[in-house]
């Protein structure tokens, strides 16, 4: 949220919505560590629950999120933590295949920035894989995680200050 990547730039109250974006997990830097932490700590074998052991974690993903959000969503809690509404905003409207093709030709010229673009890019296009809500609710179990309330995230992101977006341009 702080560089920019999922749209929104705070600081300058822009937003680029992306119309065929779709639901996406998301998790805050707290809840990134508290799940490395008590992955870590699972014992290395569990008989009664083979999921809540380090050994099904060697070769498998662990699935960790902290909600799972739309543009929509976060746009609206981002308003909120501002204290602003939409007519607030410079907002203007894009969809995820242009923004693919903004990237590449950024990559093609040099700019890496243009790779994290190309990833959001793809993790918030709708069916692209950036929905994993099945699987992170059963590694929220096991690690026993809650689900973070998207308000209070957006907050203290946006107390925290903005990083300088990362921004790429036709």
Known sequence: MQRGL??????????????????????SLPQAGRAIANLLSLPLTNPSNPRASLSHYANNFAYVSSFLVSQTSLFAALQRATGTTESDWTVKHSTIAEWVDVCREGMKKGD?????????AYYMGEGKGGNYEEKAKQDREVLGLQEEGLDEAVARAVEAGAAPAVVFKK
Request: glycine residues 12%.
């Open 6 to 27: 999922f749209g929104f730039d705070a600081t300058a109250k822009t937003a680029t919505l992306y119309t065929d974006s779709g639901s996406f997990n998301s998790t």
């Open 112 to 120: 890496m920035r243009a790779g994290a673009g190309l990833t959001y």
